[in-house]
């Protein structure tokens, strides 16, 4: 097996990165730019490590796994060193055990959903988490309307949208009150950001539909909070799922406990 190694750039991840790649005794690993920097030795881009390695290794938070997927194929084994890390799969203090059991073979690969956006006519990069659409104008309403295989399902006033996937639905999607979602389903997480006399609610939609949304004033579209662009009113954009998948590395079922111990559902400590 071949590692692509990609580290958040902080001392904290560099550590944990440079425990792995000893663990690892640097044979069949490669390394994204910025460790390899840190460590003095040769590094490559993400999109390099996807054709040179079989799986990554990713040390970080959130925000560091979304941006490895917008880069690669590859299966993704993830450290947490960020602040919350629902994604990854395991915490820095279980970094060693769980490198024994990637090298035992002990662990399954899961695909996740991803998101397919095209705008007139033209694709956009996928997202693992989730497509949302914004008001162009800060603090100015947004008239939005979705359409779900043709017909139209909402139509609100507010300041946006949010497409999520299964996954993502633990992030922006949940705090404007959308669900929370097991992220080996199939569909669509769709929740209105702040809509107007709350006449919108969120819906999940089976991913085997086409969604298509049309904006009435200029909006913004940004996908996984990386990329971003104008969202004119005299386009439609067309969201379906993508025939590419967001793959995992996971060493056990731990989704209901992340939502038990990250997310806070649970009494707090003093009642």
């Given at each position: 097996?071949k590692?692509?190694l990609?580290?958040?750039?902080?001392?904290?991840?560099?550590?944990?990165g440079e425990?792995?790649?000893?663990?690892?005794?640097?044979?069949?690993?490669?390394?994204?730019?910025?460790i390899?920097?840190?460590m003095?030795k040769?590094g490559?881009?993400?999109?390099?490590l996807?054709?040179?390695?079989?799986?990554?290794?990713?040390?970080?938070?959130?925000?560091?796994?979304?941006?490895?997927?917008q880069?690669?194929?590859?299966p993704?084994?993830?450290?947490?060193?960020?602040?919350?890390?629902?994604?990854?799969?395991?915490?820095?203090k279980?970094?060693?055990?769980?490198?024994?059991?990637l090298?035992?073979?002990?662990?399954?690969v899961?695909?996740?959903l991803?998101l397919?956006?095209?705008?007139?006519?033209?694709r956009?990069p996928d997202a693992?988490n989730?497509i949302?659409i914004?008001?162009?104008?800060?603090g100015?309403?947004l008239?939005?309307?979705?359409?779900?295989?043709?017909?139209l399902?909402?139509?609100?006033?507010?300041?946006?949208?949010i497409?999520?996937?299964?996954?993502?639905?633990?992030?922006?999607?949940l705090?404007?009150g959308?669900?929370?979602?097991?992220?080996?389903?199939e569909?669509?997480?769709l929740?209105?950001?702040?809509?107007?006399r709350?006449?919108?609610?969120?819906l999940v939609?089976?991913a085997d539909?086409?969604l298509?949304?049309?904006?009435?004033?200029p909006?913004?579209?940004s996908i996984?909070?990386?990329?971003?662009?104008?969202?004119?009113?005299?386009?439609t954009?067309?969201?379906?799922?993508?025939?590419?998948?967001a793959r995992?590395i996971?060493l056990?079922?731990n989704?209901?406990?992340k939502i038990?111990?990250?997310?806070?559902?649970?009494?707090?400590?003093?009642?």
């Amino acid at each position: 097996m071949k590692w692509g190694l990609v580290c958040k750039p902080s001392s904290d991840s560099f550590a944990v990165g440079e425990a792995i790649y000893k663990m690892l005794n640097g044979k069949g690993v490669f390394l994204e730019k910025k460790i390899a920097e840190h460590m003095g030795k040769r590094g490559y881009s993400i999109e390099e490590l996807d054709s040179k390695a079989d799986a990554m290794i990713v040390v970080g938070g959130d925000g560091t796994i979304l941006t490895t997927l917008q880069q690669t194929s590859k299966p993704i084994f993830s450290i947490n060193t960020g602040r919350i890390g629902f994604l990854t799969e395991v915490e820095k203090k279980d970094a060693g055990k769980a490198i024994q059991k990637l090298l035992k073979g002990e662990y399954r690969v899961e695909e996740r959903l991803k998101l397919k956006g095209k705008l007139r006519k033209k694709r956009l990069p996928d997202a693992a988490n989730e497509i949302t659409i914004h008001s162009a104008s800060i603090g100015k309403i947004l008239p939005i309307k979705l359409y779900v295989d043709g017909i139209l399902t909402q139509s609100f006033l507010g300041d946006g949208l949010i497409l999520a996937t299964p996954m993502g639905s633990t992030s922006y999607a949940l705090s404007v009150g959308g669900p929370v979602v097991d992220p080996v389903l199939e569909v669509f997480i769709l929740a209105p950001i702040a809509p107007f006399r709350h006449i919108a609610s969120a819906l999940v939609i089976p991913a085997d539909k086409t969604l298509k949304i049309k904006v009435e004033k200029p909006a913004i579209i940004s996908i996984d909070g990386i990329h971003t662009c104008d969202f004119k009113p005299s386009s439609t954009l067309s969201i379906s799922t993508s025939e590419k998948k967001a793959r995992f590395i996971k060493l056990e079922d731990n989704f209901y406990r992340k939502i038990y111990r990250k997310l806070s559902f649970r009494y707090p400590r003093s009642l």
